[in-house]
T-cell receptor, first 116, second 112 residues
C-alpha cells in the first residue's frame, strides 16, 4: 500500500511564475490536508479538502493560492505569481473517511519550492 | 482556536539516556494527540499517538502520557540511540477529521 505521494520533490520557479504541487493520498483516504513548513519552523495548516470540496481554507493566503481535490486525480496546490517568500516545504497529509474520533494523518515527503 | 506549545526547542542527550519532550494545548475539546518524527529532507512520520480516553500509551522505547486536567502531554524516549536524532513535533486535534495543530518542534540530538 503506497503512502502519500507528492510530486515534484523539488521545484524551482522564477518570481512571477506559477507553481503546481501534486498530492495523491493513501489508498482509501478521502481527506487531504496541505501544510507549509518554513526552515527551522513547525508545520502551518493551509487547507483541508475532501473530494470536490474545500472544507477549511482558513490557513491559506487569500490571494495567489488555491487548492483543489477533483473527483479523479490528485489534489493540487496552486501558487500563482510566486514571490521569494513562498519558498518553503509544502507537505500533504491524508486521512481515512470521517469518523467521530479523530483520524490518523499520514504525510508525504513534501515538495520543496524555491523561488529565484 | 487551538494553540500548541512545545518545549524544549532543542535537546541533547547522551546515547542510552532518556529524552522527554513536553507539549501543552489550549482547546479542552481536543481529543487526539499524535507525535511525529521528521528527519532531514523527509516528511513527518507518525510514531505514536494517544486519545483522550487513556492516560498513557507505550510502544517499545517510546511512551506518551496525557494529563487532560492540566492540558499537557509528553513524549518519553528511553535508551536513546543515534538514529533517534531528528525533529519531533507534537500535535492536537478535535473530534472528526479536523486539521492537526502542531507545536514548533524539538530538535533532538543523541550523542554517541
Amino acid at each position: 500500500n503506497a503512502g502519500v505521494m507528492q510530486n515534484p520533490r523539488h521545484l524551482v520557479r522564477r518570481r512571477g511564475q506559477e507553481a503546481r504541487l501534486r498530492c495523491s493520498p493513501m489508498k482509501g483516504h478521502s481527506h487531504v490536508y496541505w501544510y507549509r513548513q518554513l526552515p527551522e519552523e513547525g508545520l502551518k495548516f493551509m487547507v483541508y479538502l475532501q473530494k470536490e470540496n474545500i472544507i477549511d481554507e482558513s490557513g491559506m493566503p487569500k490571494e495567489r493560492f488555491s487548492a483543489e481535490f477533483p473527483k479523479e486525480g490528485p489534489s493540487i496546490l496552486r501558487i500563482q505569481q510566486v514571490v521569494r517568500g513562498d519558498s518553503a516545504a509544502y507537505f500533504c497529509a491524508s486521512s481515512p473517511p470521517w469518523t467521530p474520533a479523530a483520524a490518523e494523518a499520514f504525510f508525504g515527503q513534501g515538495t520543496r519550492l524555491t523561488v529565484v | 482556536g487551538e494553540n500548541v506549545e512545545q518545549h524544549p526547542s532543542t535537546l541533547s542527550v547522551q546515547e542510552g539516556d532518556s529524552a522527554v519532550i513536553k507539549c501543552t494545548y489550549s482547546d479542552s475539546a481536543s481529543n487526539y494527540f499524535p507525535w511525529y518524527k521528521q528527519e532531514l529532507g523527509k516528511g513527518p512520520q507518525l510514531i505514536i499517538d494517544i486519545r483522550s480516553n487513556v492516560g498513557e500509551k507505550k510502544d517499545q522505547r517510546i511512551a506518551v502520557t496525557l494529563n487532560k486536567t492540566a492540558k499537557h502531554f509528553s513524549l518519553h524516549i528511553t535508551e536513546t540511540q543515534p538514529e533517534d536524532s531528528a525533529v519531533y513535533f507534537c500535535a492536537a486535534s478535535t473530534p472528526g477529521n479536523t486539521p492537526l495543530v502542531f507545536g514548533k518542534g524539538t530538535r533532538l540530538s543523541v550523542i554517541a
